[in-house]
């Protein structure tokens, strides 16, 4: 045999062999634990979220068991596959554990919002035990309200929406009793030329 021909053969039988012990120790690697992704909103640059410790950017993998700390410069959005979004406020620690579908955790100082969730999110905070629905939140302090007054969806802005809509509805109301000839301000005729 042509030794050319040897070399040739040798040499791709071990670049086989190298590419697939390569690609199998990569798929063996995976240990199966569920990742997210954080995304830090609001930092100003001098001080930073932390997972576990050390400084992370918006795009960091985080895993179950990750422990997160915001400073007060800067929160922070957790995006959890499947199971969910929680975000951050500012001044939070917040331990996480998640799969798949549940999430659930320890809240240690601050608060945290559920943006969206599969089920409800199980929260230890210091005055007790907590499940979180979309849109709900929860506060670690030791003064925190029950559950039921920290875990709200926002309806308590539900005046300022009625003031607006009422506010609409008189213009309106107001504008049809004229005939609809209230120029709001404007003084003397409206003329209209055609465009040309």
């Known amino acids: 045999m042509n030794t050319k021909l040897c070399i040739r053969y040798a040499l791709t039988m071990c670049l086989t062999v190298a590419i697939f012990a390569t690609y199998s120790m990569v798929a063996l690697a995976y240990d199966g634990k569920t990742a997210g992704e954080i995304l830090v909103t609001g930092n100003d640059g001098a001080s930073s979220v932390t997972v576990n410790g050390e400084a992370a950017k918006s795009g960091r993998t985080i895993f179950s068991t990750s422990t997160i700390t915001t400073p007060d410069s ?18 939070t620690t917040f331990t996480i554990s998640f799969d798949e579908n549940s999430i659930n955790g320890s809240l240690s100082a601050g608060s945290i919002t559920v943006l969206n969730a599969a089920q409800a999110v199980d929260v230890k905070t210091l005055t007790g035990d907590l499940k979180l629905n979309t849109g709900e939140s929860a506060v670690a302090s030791a003064n925190a309200p029950s559950s039921s007054q920290t875990a709200h969806t926002g309806s308590s802005h539900w005046g300022w929406w009625a003031l607006i809509v009422g506010g609409a509805v008189a213009v309106i109301i107001w504008t049809a009793a004229d005939g609809g000839e209230n120029r709001f301000g404007q003084g003397g005729n409206v003329i209209v030329s055609p465009i040309r």
Request: a positive charge; proline letters at 0%; aromatic letters at 0%.
């Open 74 to 91: 800067a929160g922070a959005v957790l995006s959890l596959g499947k199971a969910g979004r929680i975000e951050l406020a500012h001044n």
